[in-house]
């Protein structure tokens, strides 16, 4: 008697993953492409994920992993539905941008790279926005606000549901 065992159902991620994938040809010179792309469709990068690519591409994880954790634009823990992007570079920091983290920080209590349990804010510092003479200057959902007072920032968060 011959015994069949039937391949494991697809789950969403590999799903996903592999749709993605068949969009980029399967060229593995496409990873960074396709992990911004996972990264923007799923907000993080997983370990599913990150396998998932792996194996699809036939790529070694250790080289995905690198490639994930060494660019500042994914991001390998969930991330909240709003992101907050502090300047901390020099000009920003001559300008305040210090106590601008504080104040977001309290406000939200939280600390830079956290993300609040409701999944509704992640806090993150950059070092330079690029626009240096505005400074101190916060992005919200690439949006960005110049000095901007504790009560802009209120309602700013306020407004963000």
Known sequence: MVSRTKSPKPTKVSTTVSK???NYQQDKDKLIQILLYLQSTLGWLSREVLT??????QVPITQVY?????YKA?????????????????ACQVRGSPRLLDTISAMLNLKPCETSEDMRFTLETVNCLGCCAMG???VVDETYHTKPSPSDLRKLFESAK
Do not use: N
Request: glycine share 6%; aromatic share 6%; proline share 6%.
């Open 74 to 90: 994914f991001s390998l823990m969930p991330r909240g539905r709003h992101i907050i992007k502090v300047c901390l570079g020099t």
């Open 136 to 138: 101190p200057v916060v």
């Open 66 to 70: 690198q490639i994930a954790s060494y």
């Open 20 to 22: 993605v994938i068949r």
């Open 52 to 57: 998932e690519v792996s194996e699809q591409l």
